[in-house]
């Protein structure tokens, strides 16, 4: 990043789609710091995913007015994710809408990272499509961990190859297209751990079946090992006789 860039970050009200259009008030005095430069930064994390193990990214551009043909447009999307707003946050005749062209992304990783950050051009981003279950990832996270907590552990036992006895705990913590993250402990430290699906979910009902194959065919390993184990506990059991 030049030197000379300078970060300004927008605290306003912000509604993005695909054409990353922004919505702020007339009045405002950030508007006003946009007036005279264009140049801005707008930091981005997901809201719903756990502090812990948050990625995020600080988009680095300008902004420049969207056309006032789209205001009619821009407004119903906006009004459809974040509805009439209250006080401040209702959304005024006189609101403007900003586009911003993105030069730079810095992106911190989340879920099995190491955290390190990196730069990566405004293309990249432009060209890059959201993961098939974003908008339904978040309420099947809360499902499994409420509902089916005892399922999500014996995959995370599967995944770190420990038997399920030797698990403190394990959170689902994510998932998405390609597979989950799950969060565990088991004596030795808490990790992170990625499993894979066998291919892609093709919407949310496919992940939802994803998921229940993986806890059968855990349970199914953890059966199996421990009938495999049947043999030498009979014997210890007839030599304790």
Known sequence: MPPSL?????????SVDWDFPGLTTK???HTANLNRDARCSLFVQPPSQPARSLARVTLVGSVAPVEHDRYEELAEMHLAVHGP????DMMQPDDLFYRLEVDEVFY???????GSAQVLPGADFAAAVPDGLYSSAEELVATWNER???EVARIAAAAAKVPLSKLDWA???????????LHLSKGDGVETVRVDFDRPAIDDRDARSKLTMLAQLAWEAENMDY???????LDNSANTN
């Open 6 to 14: 300078q970060l300004r970050h927008i605290s306003s009200r912000f």
């Open 27 to 29: 009045d405002a005095v």
């Open 85 to 88: 707003g209250i006080g401040v």
């Open 108 to 114: 911190v990783g989340g879920m099995g990272s190491d």
């Open 148 to 150: 089916r907590a005892d």
């Open 171 to 181: 959170e689902l913590m994510w998932v998405d297209t390609n597979g989950i993250f």
């Open 227 to 233: 009938r495999s184990m049947l043999p030498e506990l």
